[in-house]
């Protein structure tokens, strides 16, 4: 919520190296423009637009992954079956109305930090004591994000058009269809983690073939916390989803693939 593919950055090398990646901005955040106004920015209606766009670029089955919000509509593209695989780090959406309400709270506060550190949005992310200022309750390790990314990722944050009917929307956003998910799933949770360390482990009641793996002392996006184990577990287990897919489909579909 707020940031954009900028949050990627610390492992997307790590993983193109094996795969070739698409890091998409979610509609209202980052340069992708905003849902029409008619359109409630659910998790279902975040997917139909990503959905949409790997249509346009011709991609039919993909493994995917998120973080946070990015997380949950990872999640609602694998009901739709079209996904070889879930990375989901962080997700929410099966909070209680007390954790919503504090998660809501959490992230307008952050909304209106950003808006204020705007103007100085350069010096606060030249140094690691104003990274940490900003990324606190997201990171556990804030001071380790470049400062050019520290820098897009707060000016992202405050300037996101989607920001405020994407919070609105997301107090009542339940996940439904989780039981149609087939494919491998695994879930990543900091134990550091403020805002959904106690949803993230709620989503094995409902989705077959998931797996938790708990991140100790790391918070709710480790991915610029620790990128290399972040990246070793992700590759490790696409590795392993990727055999599956492949031993899936009969002899005659099968073609090697060095990675």
Not at 78 to 89: L, N, P, Q
Request: proline share 8%.
């Amino acid at each position: 919520m707020g940031e954009s593919a900028v949050g990627w950055q610390p492992i997307h090398q790590a993983l193109s190296d094996h795969y070739d990646v698409i890091a998409i901005d979610l509609p209202g955040f980052g340069h992708s423009p905003a849902l029409p106004t008619g359109i409630t920015p659910t998790a279902a209606a975040l997917a139909d637009a990503v959905e949409g766009e790997l249509d346009r670029l011709g991609v039919a089955q993909f493994h995917i992954a998120g973080y946070s919000l990015g997380a949950r509509v990872a999640l609602e593209l694998a009901t739709r079956g079209r996904t070889h695989s879930v990375t989901a780090i962080a997700p929410d959406g099966l909070g209680t109305p007390l954790e919503r309400i504090h998660q809501a709270a959490a992230l307008l506060n952050g909304r209106t930090l950003a808006t204020l550190l705007t103007p100085i949005a350069t010096p606060v992310a030249a140094t690691g004591a104003g990274r940490s200022l900003f990324f606190a309750m997201e990171r556990s390790r804030p001071w380790q994000l470049p400062a050019a990314d520290a820098r897009q990722l707060l000016l992202d944050f405050a300037q996101a058009p989607g920001y405020h009917r994407t919070v609105q929307a997301a107090m009542v956003d339940v996940p439904t269809g989780l039981e149609r998910i087939t494919c491998p799933v695994l879930l990543l949770q900091g134990t550091n983690d403020p805002l959904v360390s106690m949803q993230t482990p709620r989503f094995l009641a409902f989705v077959r073939h998931a797996q938790l793996q708990w991140l100790p002392g790391l918070s709710h996006v480790p991915i610029s916390d620790d990128p290399q184990l972040v990246a070793s577990l992700m590759l490790r287990f696409l590795k392993t989803a990727t055999k599956r897919e492949h031993d899936r489909r009969p002899p005659a579909q099968r073609r090697s693939r060095v990675s």
